[in-house]
């Protein structure tokens, strides 16, 4: 019970949302069935930032509320200020920012100074940010915490803290100051693995994001942010209009839409797309309504239960790409290409790359090779059937 809190934890917080549900009340399932009431509580509190992360406003309330008022953590000051802290958080995403405020306060209080630093530290980044009628005050009290949160070692805290600094400095017109903060922080937060936290908080602030996006020197930091909006409930529109920005903001956004959203909305983003000012979008745009008409018929990757990236990707194994070649020529993130590979094995039912591609090729009929692929040695595929 406790790993699948792990892992679904561990999901959530990589914004791999639907691996999370099923972890999570798997646990959960299996915690009723024991009497577990304290990981009971703690799987509660990650279906409630879940739900939050979802849109399910009433459901993550509704856990929230019975998280945070059960005995069953009330004496450990680490775990009843995140439960504080976390329905705070979705007070405040679902635009409650008083009630929120009175979490953050009360999570701040629950951790105290010594006994658990992580919580109280996240908990005051939490306040100062949404405390904002002294935005230098504020930004003083972000500082102080990014600071001590980096002597701790406590990176997701600090790079919170440095991120909310910024969006306060977008806020009150430091738009300069504020893209320089976020060039900082946000590749960093996307090479550690805090997803969920970076979407929930850019749909936020769609002008800051679109600005970041629009500015960002970094393609493949660009690339994977419109990956991962697109996979947002709410992204939709950030897709949309980060698609007129700039050819490498036009390419991104539709290609993260064509691996992530709706039928309906694919068509819609490829139309927009061929009409584009920036040559390389037309040009990429056309590439990927020729990939989906010539691609192998659905029912193969519906026999393997694998999303369209999933089976994009795995094709890729089959043809003898490692994961930085998979990283390049798709423009996702190391951490991302090795989290779908991760994810395909699971569905699949296998250890290694070898089995992935007999799988592969027996549902799309192809007969398997002689050896995986002339570029890969004995050796390094013998590294490859370990390793997502």
């Known amino acids: 019970m406790a790993f699948l809190n792990f892992v679904g934890l561990t999901q959530l917080v990589l914004a791999e949302w639907e691996e999370a549900l099923w972890a999570l009340r798997a646990g959960r399932s299996l915690g009723e069935r024991l009497g577990y009431s304290f990981y009971l509580t703690l799987i509660d509190d990650d279906l409630a930032q879940l739900y939050a992360a979802t849109g399910d406003w009433e459901q993550a309330s509704c856990l929230s509320n019975r998280t945070t008022e059960a005995l069953s953590i009330a004496d450990d000051p680490y775990c009843r200020s995140l439960a504080l802290c976390h329905a705070g958080t979705a007070a405040r995403r679902a635009g409650d920012t008083g009630i929120a405020v009175n979490w953050y306060r009360s ?38 915490i990014a600071r001590q949160a980096r002597e701790l070692d406590l990176l997701f805290v600090a790079l919170k803290a440095e ?94 839409a064509v691996a992530h959203r709706s039928e309906a909305e694919i068509m819609s983003i490829l139309a927009k797309a061929a009409r584009s000012p920036f040559a390389e979008v037309r040009r990429v745009a056309a590439a990927l309504r020729r990939a989906r008409r010539d691609a192998p018929a659905h029912e193969a990757s519906d026999r393997l239960d694998l999303t369209k990236r999933e089976w994009q990707i795995l094709g890729m194994i089959a043809e003898g790409h490692l994961n930085p070649d998979i990283s390049g020529q798709l423009f996702l993130a190391p951490a991302t290409v090795k989290t779908h590979v991760n994810h395909i094995f699971a569905k699949l039912g296998v250890r290694d790359r070898v089995q992935a591609v007999l799988l592969f090729r027996k549902a799309t009929d192809e007969p398997p090779p002689t050896r995986l692929s002339s570029t890969v040695g004995p050796a390094q595929a013998r590294r490859n059937t370990t390793v997502g």
């Open 107 to 144: 999570a701040v209080e629950a951790a105290g100074d010594t006994a658990a630093p992580y919580a109280h530290l996240n908990a005051a980044a939490n306040l100062a940010f949404s405390v904002d009628d002294d935005a230098h005050g504020s930004l003083e009290r972000l500082a102080d």
């Open 163 to 256: 991120f909310f600094a910024a969006t306060l400095l977008y806020r009150h017109g430091d738009r300069s100051k504020a893209l320089d903060r976020l060039a900082q922080c946000v590749p960093e937060q996307v090479e550690l693995g805090h997803l969920n936290f970076l979407v929930q908080e850019l749909v936020l602030e769609p002008d800051m994001a679109i600005d970041f996006v629009h500015t960002a020197a970094d393609e493949q930091t660009v690339d994977s942010l419109l990956e991962l909006i697109a996979r947002h409930w709410k992204g939709m529109q950030l897709i949309v209009a980060c698609q007129t920005l700039d050819p490498v903001a036009g390419v991104a956004a539709a290609r993260a």
